[in-house]
Structures are given as C-alpha cells and as structure tokens.
C-alpha cells in the first residue's frame, strides 16, 4: 500500500480509539462501570460491535486507556506550567494551580485521577501506576527546586510535601469551580509548604 | 413468633448482611467492579444466589451499602475522637489525625472514601452524598470553633478550610503508614490552617 494510504488508516484508527475512550469516560460516569456495555458503547460510537472489539478486549480495558489518556494530558500541561516559569518558587505556584485546576475539571467527567480506581481491578491498576508516579515525580522536583532556593521548608521530605500538595489539589474537585477560590487554595497549601508550624 | 424467635431472625439477617458487604469489598478490591457476579458472592459467603437476590438486586447495590457502612463507621470514629477533647485547637487535631488514620486504612480495601466513585453510578450515588455532607459538616463545626478560640485562620471561609483539610488528610493512604508520617501530615495541614501566607 503507498504510504500516503497507510496514514489515513492510521488516522482513521487514532479517530475511532479516540471516540471509543470519549464515549466510555461519558457513559461510564452516566450510568456506573457495571451499567456499561460493550454494545453500548459500539451503538454511541457508530461502530459494529465486531469492530469495537478489535481495539479493545472488554469494558475496562478502555476505561483504562481513558485514565492513561487523562494522565499523560496532565502531565503534559504541568511540565508546560513549569517550563512557563524560571523562578523556583513561582514554578511551585503555577504548577499547583495547573494540579487544582485539573482537579476542579473532574467533575465533568467524574473519575478521580489519583488513589485507587475500585472501577478498575488491582492486577490492570498497576499499569496506571508508572503515570502517576511521573505526575508526584515532577511535582517533587518543584518543590525541591523551591526547597534549594529557600522558599519551601525542608523539615518533611520533599516527596511528602508532594504527596500532601498534590492531595489538598483534589480538594478543587469540591470546591466553588471560581479563579478566585482555586488561587485560595494554592496560597493555603503553600503556607504549609514555606513554614514549620509553631509549637 | 415468640419474641425471642424474631430476635434471632433478625441478628441472623444482620450477620447475613455484614457477610455480604464484607466479602463484596474483598472480590471488588481484587478483581475489579465489572469482575465480580451475584453468583460469586453467593458462593464466596456460603449462601444460596437466590438467598443473596434477597438482600440485593445487584453488585452495584452490595457496592453502595458497604460505602454507606464505611461513611457511618468513620462519622462515629470521628464523633468520638471530636468528644475526647474538651479544648478546641486539640479537638481539631485529633480530628485530622482520625481522618488521616481512615484514610491510611483505606489501602486495605482499595476504595476511597471521599470524591466520585465510577463503580456506582452517578444516580445511586446521591445516597451516600447525605453521609459525606455529615462528614464535613462535622469537620466544619470543628474547624468554626478552633476559629472562634483564635486557632484558625478567618481569612477563608470554615466549610473550605474542611474540604481542603479534608483532601489533605487523603494523603496518609500514599504516605508511609507510621504514626509519625501522620502526625506530620496533621502538623502540615494545620499549619496551613492556623495563619494567613505572608505575601
């Protein structure tokens, strides 16, 4: 086949993956895992249940596909949060606020990026796990940045500090959806990364 | 039936249902929502499929029941530690630390506590909103109190300093599990509750 042929298949199938995650993320967060069919899904899609299954094996497999998606998208616009600022304390910031605002979007999709899917069994979960460490990763290497410039405390371990600030992010999920109340949240979190409690 | 003969119909079906819930949370955790059937859980509990469609229609169902358990176990952990401590800063303190203690558990059965869960769907999942809300509530009512002592922050409002407390302590399930992780955890959060960031 010429080569020009080849990359409209491939097109072709990078489209219908796409639709097929898109689909799965909207019906699954609709009606519950257990509520999801693969017929279903093939109907929403406008594909042939034959053909759905020769992208995926079952209805977890694409719920898993989806979560790497929303993972490497993250991660992809916190390392843009970062590259966007050169001082070491104004990275941690934008990163954070990146991180709430991630969190403050899930709500529209329904499905948390973060701790333990029951969605998802624990052998197919560990998949996920090399993504989310990336995530807590660059997140620790902020704030140790930040740390060596003398703006985050180095009291508590800086992959601590990160677990701690990447889970008080979350707290953007259930919060008012403003600018105003995001920027809240990054200042309180900082507050406790700059300085050692009183005692 | 005499009364004593209901008595035991009674603590049977409650021992039942325990039984159900319990071994739920076991297959769920290891093998995913979409891979545990009625049939299994019959089996895994020892009690006729027939028998199980007697306590619930559906895995979902079973799901939904033992998060509703989980919440109502936590609230009563947590109303207790909150009536251990007649001073309000230390109230407060020894109601993060239970809540960084159940988050820390939570690896055991590999479901969160707090934010949407894609297991159950969106619709049933409005049940267990009522629990969560007395969750916070009580974190609120806490937090209010160490305010009015001169403790906390009054610079954000209480119920947001709950929902980010309360995501601060979902920490603890991906931090080391010693006492002393968590008690740093709580030192962190509620230095970000006592005082307003410089700036």
Redesign the interface.
């Known amino acids: 086949m010429p080569r020009l042929w080849n990359a409209t298949i491939d097109e072709h199938r990078r489209t219908v993956h796409a639709a097929i995650l898109d689909t799965v993320a909207a019906l699954?967060?609709?009606?519950?895992?257990?509520?999801v069919t693969m017929s279903q899904i093939a109907a929403e899609v406008g594909i042939g249940r034959a053909t759905l299954y020769k992208y995926f094996p079952?209805?977890?497999a694409i719920?898993l596909a989806w979560h790497e998606r929303q993972v490497s998208e993250h991660l992809a616009q916190l390392t843009e949060a970062a590259a966007a600022a050169a001082e070491p304390a104004e990275r941690l910031r934008r990163v954070l606020r990146t991180l709430a605002d991630l969190s403050g979007g899930?709500?529209q999709h329904?499905?948390?990026v973060?701790?333990?899917?029951?969605?998802?069994?624990?052998h197919?979960a560990e998949h996920l796990h090399k993504a989310r460490h990336r995530l807590h990763a660059l997140l620790t290497e902020v704030i140790e940045a930040a740390a060596g410039a003398g703006h985050v405390r180095t009291d508590?371990r800086a992959a601590?500090?990160a677990?701690?600030a990447?889970?008080?992010?979350?707290?953007a999920?259930?919060?008012p959806g403003t600018p105003a109340?995001r920027a809240?949240?990054v200042?309180?979190?900082?507050?406790?990364l700059?300085?050692?409690?009183?005692s």
């Open positions: 699954v967060g609709e009606h519950g895992l257990a509520g079952d209805v977890e719920v899930r709500h329904g499905t948390a973060h701790g333990a899917d029951p969605a998802v069994s624990l197919r508590v601590d500090l677990t701690f990447s889970h008080a992010m979350g707290a999920a259930d919060l109340a809240r949240l200042e309180l979190t900082l507050s406790a700059h300085r050692p409690a009183d």
